[in-house]
């Protein structure tokens, strides 16, 4: 069964950085693009950033241009997101997910393999 596992959250005060990253397991990902989504209490889950299979092609919600980079390395089935100068309004759940479109959609509809996800907190 495919596995998704996010891991390098926490608490951090405004400004700071953060690596998240996300392995896969249970099945190979190599043709799929990949992403990161948030989710703040209330709100609905957002699209962050994405990576296209290859990992020639990325996409950035506005808000985090400049200050997030996703990177993804086969070798090791892994995605990544590093994140600098976050601040308050970065406060969410974050979750990678995998989609077989292979091009890296904005849409969390088009994702078919989710995390459960890893709490990030940016004190001000």
């Known amino acids: 069964q495919a596995q998704l596992v996010e891991s390098g959250g926490g608490l951090v005060q405004a400004g700071g950085s953060l690596r998240l990253s996300c392995t896969t397991s249970?099945?190979?990902?190599?043709?799929?693009?990949m992403g990161w989504f948030r989710q703040a209490p209330g709100t609905e889950r957002e699209f962050v950033a994405s990576i296209s299979w290859n990992g020639r092609s990325t996409n950035y919600k506005n808000s985090v241009k400049g200050r997030f980079t996703i990177s993804r390395d086969k070798s090791v089935n892994g995605l990544y997101l590093q994140m600098n100068n976050l601040q308050p309004e970065d406060t969410a759940v974050y979750y990678c997910a995998a989609s077989s479109s292979g091009i890296g959609s904005t849409s969390a509809t088009e994702y078919q393999y989710w995390g459960q996800g890893t709490q990030v907190t940016v004190s001000s």
């Open positions: 249970g099945r190979t990902f190599h043709s799929y693009s």
